[in-house]
């Protein structure tokens, strides 16, 4: 199953632009990218996925680049509430359609 | 819409006792529940999947017969953990995949804090 890669720990400033990176080197061509965002002790909550295309919704925006090996995730505008594990995953056939959490992000987002 | 409920949030029981943990799709039909295992400060371990009125597929290291998993319906999924150990104490939380539209989402429960004394 692909697996993800990211760095464990970032710190952005409130109201800045933060840019999560994600290193998903052998994915495939039918797997799609998902992120999602776990604040301390409650569950996983979606934000965005995407196949090839760049997304964008109203909590953030998904940069895929060309030959997917990789994306961004970035949530425009951090706020305090944004501080959480963000994670990165890799999900299609290969997984089962399943998802298997990787390691994530750390964000903190400082005043 | 899209709800994921878990109940109890929080439970507290003795060694060597059972407890049964509920998973609901509020406002969906699930075919497919998922149960992970969270430690502190560990990312989420897929423990089993499961599909309603058949039987749990358990990942590899994951005791079945401890880790006992029920999908009666297309709304409820129960993860019951038989003769608890401390070892056993951690985030328990459950997720549900829809049909149709839904397919390619899962939504999160917001966990069940299980710990055995």
């Known amino acids: 199953d692909a697996k993800t890669t990211q760095p464990p720990s970032m710190d952005c400033a409130e109201g800045r632009a933060a840019n999560l990176p994600c290193n998903h080197s052998t994915i495939s061509g039918n797997e799609y990218v998902y992120w999602y965002r776990q604040i301390h002790s409650q569950g996983p909550q979606y934000i965005i996925h995407g196949l090839k295309n760049n997304e964008t919704n109203e909590m953030a925006s998904l940069i895929i680049t060309e030959d997917r090996k990789s994306s961004t995730l970035i949530l425009p505008h951090a706020t305090l509430r944004d501080t959480a594990v963000y994670y990165c995953?890799?999900?299609?056939?290969?997984?089962?359609?399943?998802?298997?959490f990787g390691t994530g992000t750390s964000l903190t987002v400082i005043p | 819409g899209a709800v994921v409920s878990q109940h109890p949030s929080r439970v507290i029981c003795k060694s060597g006792t059972s407890v049964k943990i509920e998973c609901r799709s509020l406002?969906?039909?699930?075919?497919?529940m998922f149960w992970y295992r969270q430690f502190p400060k560990q990312s989420l371990m897929l423990m089993a999947t499961?599909?309603?009125?058949?039987?749990?597929?358990?990942e590899q290291g994951v005791e079945k017969d401890k880790f006992l998993i029920n999908h009666a319906s297309l709304t409820l999924s129960t993860l019951t953990v038989t003769s608890a150990h401390p070892e056993d104490s951690s985030f328990y939380i459950c997720?549900?995949?829809?049909?149709?539209?839904?397919?390619?989402?899962?939504?999160f429960g917001p966990g069940t804090r299980l710990t055995v004394l």
């Open positions: 997720s549900a995949r829809g049909t149709g539209g839904l397919y390619n989402e899962q939504f």
């Open positions: 995953i890799v999900r299609g056939k290969k997984t089962g359609n399943q998802f298997y």
């Open positions: 406002d969906f039909q699930a075919t497919t």
């Open positions: 499961s599909n309603e009125g058949s039987k749990a597929t358990y």
